[in-house]
């Protein structure tokens, strides 16, 4: 157990760019913009980063252009790809190599233009096909990523019960976040016979059960906790962190109603000394409707089987009994393919208490969940303020 | 020439036969194929499956008509405890139900595919 590094290290400097279309700019020139906000957030110079950590949809080398176009010489390095819980995921090993004096500051940083990219989806698809084959899934053309998670939906409904209604909930209660956010990309106030009424794409989740496709950049700087107290913000630390993987492909996964979160979320949980019900804020990584449900399920939020009951009522939406994807989350606030750093940038900015209108009063404690893939890897933080340390 | 399992799946496919594995060791049944067992790392030996499954989940993909229509996906547990992603014919995507017992339809046109069928 990792119980040691309990605390051990905390995220000083948030950044954010391009959100939404980033015009004119490549991908690496949001990327920087959110990295050099992040860097100033923190009270820090570029030249004081010497630990990165970063990952792309599209190539595979991505660490190396990046130190090269921001001017790093980093003595750590991580560039695991695990899909959109990458920026999660990146955490362990971060505190692992300041803890150890390896380095001293590590930037997380993602950035991408996939809405105004040049290369269309079907292209990228096209090639991932040769270059990342999954021949037991593609000759039948999932709709993948959505087809999976539409089983996983599909599933759920089938052993739990759960409904079309309790998913149209789940993005009712996004939106009502995003509409309280001034960075959201959605904000006209839904209701829930809107989104019953929207076309399947893939049954039984129809255009609103599915997260957008922006472009946008995240960034955040970690450092060790002797240090970040002399830095210009509130500390925010690392109280537990865990990542787990069942597979890659929904047809090998075990489960696609009991996704690896409840390994992840068990272990983070352990990390940290608590217990779900001390969680003021939580952001899941909602790729789709579904998602919301599953991870408050696998995460210890209610029993198995009971997320959909869960997020009716307004349990998670502004004013409920806990406050789940405050910024609006994938589904209205932003999703540039891969979400990780953007939701740790947001319980970051609840813990600091700068969210204005969205902000959860008196939040001390958040937990941030990334999934990656088609509920393929699965990765925790438990973040709090000095206070919880 | 040798071939790994998965060029060995897919010349039993082009011959319209379809094969998953058993694993010598703990008798877990395997798919897809592979080299080793994923449970327990013993050898895995090819087998014939019955031919029956039922439907673990599954869900319609919808498409433009002029593209050729929906079509399903689904995944199905074979009775000898393998699954797998397969697409199921002869009825109407929509009424595919999770539970409901199928059975194997041959392979696809494309040799690359294996398609089930309600069982009568
Ligand atoms: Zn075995």
């Known amino acids: 157990m990792n119980r040691d590094l309990r605390g051990k290290v905390a995220i000083v400097g948030v950044g954010q760019a391009g959100l939404g279309k980033a015009d004119g700019f490549t991908e690496m020139e949001i990327l920087a913009q959110a990295a050099r906000v992040a860097v100033d957030d923190a009270g820090l110079r570029m030249g004081d980063i010497d630990g990165l950590t970063t990952a792309s949809v599209l190539a595979p080398m991505w660490a190396m252009p990046v130190i090269e176009y921001l001017g790093l010489d980093p003595t750590f390095i991580d560039s695991t790809m695990l899909g959109g819980s990458s920026f999660v995921a990146h955490m362990m090993p971060a505190i692992q190599a300041l803890v150890s004096g390896q380095c001293s500051a590590v930037l997380v940083c993602y950035g991408s233009t996939q809405r105004t990219s040049p290369i269309s989806r079907s292209v990228i698809a096209s090639v991932r096909r040769d270059f990342d084959p999954q021949p037991y899934e593609y000759p039948y053309e999932p709709l993948n990523p959505l087809s999976t998670y539409a089983m996983a939906a599909a599933r759920h409904m089938h052993e739990y019960g759960t409904t079309r209604e309790n998913l149209a909930d789940v993005v009712v209660a996004a939106r009502s976040w995003a509409t309280l956010n001034p960075d959201a990309l959605r904000r006209t106030p839904l209701t829930r016979a809107e989104v019953l009424a929207a076309p399947m794409i893939s049954d039984p989740l129809s255009t609103f059960d599915c997260c957008m496709v922006n472009d946008g950049a995240a960034a955040y700087v970690m450092v060790r906790a002797d240090r970040a107290r002399d830095l210009p913000h509130a500390p925010v630390h690392v109280l537990g962190t865990a990542t787990r993987v069942h597979g890659r492909q929904g047809s090998s996964l075990p489960s696609l109603t009991e996704t690896a979160a409840v390994e992840s979320g068990r272990a983070a949980f352990a990390m940290a000394g608590l217990s779900p019900s001390e969680i003021d804020v939580a952001e899941l990584y909602d790729a789709f409707s579904i998602n919301t449900i599953l991870f408050l399920e696998d995460l210890g939020f209610c029993p198995k089987g009971e997320g959909g009951r869960f997020v009716a009522d307004g349990a998670i939406a502004p004013g409920g009994s806990l406050p789940v994807n405050t910024n609006g989350g994938g589904l209205s606030c932003i999703h540039p393919g891969m979400y990780g750093a953007f939701i740790t940038v947001e319980a970051v900015r609840q813990l600091r208490g700068t969210c204005g209108e969205r902000q959860v009063a008196g939040a001390e404690v958040a937990l941030v969940h990334g999934n990656g893939g088609t509920l393929s890897s699965q990765s925790t933080a438990i973040l709090g303020t000095w206070a919880t340390v | ?120």
Request: proline share 8%; hydrophobic share 35%.
């Open chain 2, 1 to 120: 020439m040798e071939q790994g399992p998965e060029a060995q799946y897919f010349s039993f496919l082009a011959r319209g036969n379809h094969r998953i594995q058993r694993c010598d060791a703990c008798g877990e049944a395997v798919f897809y194929p592979r080299l080793y067992c994923p449970k327990c790392g013993g050898g895995l030996s090819w087998i014939t499956p019955v031919g029956t499954g039922v439907v673990y989940s599954a869900t319609t993909v919808r498409r433009k008509p002029e593209q050729g229509g929906d079509y399903s996906i689904a995944l199905v547990d074979l009775t000898e405890g393998a699954r797998l992603m397969t697409r199921i014919v002869d009825i109407p995507s929509e009424d595919v139900r999770i539970g409901m017992p199928v059975r194997f339809a041959g392979v696809g046109p494309d040799t690359r595919t294996v398609l089930y069928r309600p069982e009568a």
